[in-house]
């Protein structure tokens, strides 16, 4: 059974750092895309970024790029979002997504992880 969990989300204050983990279960990471998306109240869900497991690519959105960076375990079979100088615009619930090949919708959601940005 393909599942995927994430943990990690906090409240934290502006400027400050989190780090946010993804682990599957019932499939190998590295063998398929795997994404970070958010969403905020009142708003449509965002992808922030892709990992593309067969090659390592990884692609952000411009919102997030140069302060947040993905990695993988791959002996975890988890990822990670490393995500620094928040600002309270990235208040959201953040998910990870998963699709066998890249050209496919995501078809695998976890249940999501609450970050708070707020002094």
């Known amino acids: 059974q393909v599942q995927l969990v994430e943990s990690g989300g906090a409240q934290v204050q502006p400027g400050g750092s989190l780090t946010l983990s993804c682990a599957a279960s019932g499939f190998v990471m590295a063998h398929y895309a795997i994404g970070w998306f958010r969403q905020a109240p009142g708003k449509e869900r965002e992808k922030i970024s892709c990992?593309?497991?067969?090659?390592?690519?990884?692609e952000y959105a411009e919102s997030v790029k140069g302060r947040f960076t993905v990695s993988i375990d791959n002996a975890k079979n988890t990822m990670y979002l490393q995500m620094n100088s928040l600002n309270p615009e990235d208040t959201a619930v953040y998910y990870c997504g998963a699709k066998k090949e890249p050209g496919l919708p995501y078809s695998y959601w976890g249940q999501g992880t609450q970050v708070t940005v707020s002094s």
């Open positions: 990992m593309i497991g067969s090659d390592g690519t990884i």
